[in-house]
């Protein structure tokens, strides 16, 4: 699975957007890139996933860029609730041997009021 | 639906002890894994199963069982606990044929002394 490179830490203002950056520079044709996030103490969430178009669902956007290298997910008006720590994933998506997630350290999202 | 329960909360074992770390999910999910979560770290695979009958290893089985029987079930046997198995588990399960979205269970907090 290719590697990825977040940063450690952001901060959001209560109702603004935030928007978390993902590098996946070595990034396969065939693997998707996935966003899962973990609230304190709690099992991880999925959130969205992508090949290479952008993607949008009830929770968040997935922007990702022409050479797919790079990704952002988009929590449009963010609340206290989505302070979390927030995985960005790139795997083959499917079964066959490709199962596993691999999570880094993920970027903590801090939504301050 | 209940979605993915695990059991115990919390646990604290001796060295040397033995336990069994459960998982259920109710959404009649094929793939089901364990995960491990230390401080600082992202999760790591244990064990997985393709289905009932069928169990793999994952980046860390040592020192840890699986067995499949049923497809609603997968526990975890610690056989002889060691306190370099102090962690968080997380148990996951996802479904044929993207297994896409991986839902995971609340977590069980394991210390060994």
């Known amino acids: 699975d290719a590697k990825t490179t977040q940063p450690p830490s952001m901060d959001c203002a209560e109702g603004r957007a935030a928007n978390l950056p993902c590098n996946h520079s070595t990034i396969s044709g065939n693997e998707y890139v996935y966003w899962y996030r973990q609230i304190h103490s709690q099992g991880p969430q999925y959130i969205i996933h992508?090949?290479?178009n952008n993607e949008t669902n009830e929770m968040a956007s997935l922007i990702i860029t022409e050479d797919r290298k790079s990704s952002t997910l988009i929590l449009p008006h963010a609340t206290l609730r989505d302070t979390a720590v927030y995985y960005c994933?790139?795997?083959?998506?499917?079964?066959?041997?490709?199962?596993?997630?691999?999570f880094g350290k993920g970027t903590l999202l801090t939504v301050n009021p | 639906n209940a979605g993915v329960t695990q059991t115990p909360k919390f646990q604290v074992l001796k060295t040397g002890q033995s336990m069994t770390l459960q998982c259920a999910q109710d959404?009649?999910?094929?793939?089901m894994s364990w995960y491990r979560q230390d401080p600082g770290m992202g999760l790591r695979l244990i064990h997985y199963s393709v289905g009932a009958g069928i169990t793999d290893q994952g980046e860390v089985p040592n020192g840890y069982n699986v067995s499949r029987s049923t497809t609603e079930d997968f526990p975890l046997r610690l056989l002889s606990a060691a306190p370099s198995q102090t962690s968080v588990y997380f148990c996951?399960?996802?479904?044929?044929?993207?297994?896409?979205?991986?839902?995971f269970g609340p977590g069980t907090r394991l210390t060994v002394l």
């Open positions: 994933i790139v795997r083959v998506a499917g079964g066959g041997s490709n199962y596993k997630l691999t």
């Open positions: 992508g090949l290479k």
């Open positions: 996951a399960s996802s479904s044929f044929p993207s297994y896409n979205e991986q839902f």
């Open positions: 959404m009649n999910h094929e793939y």
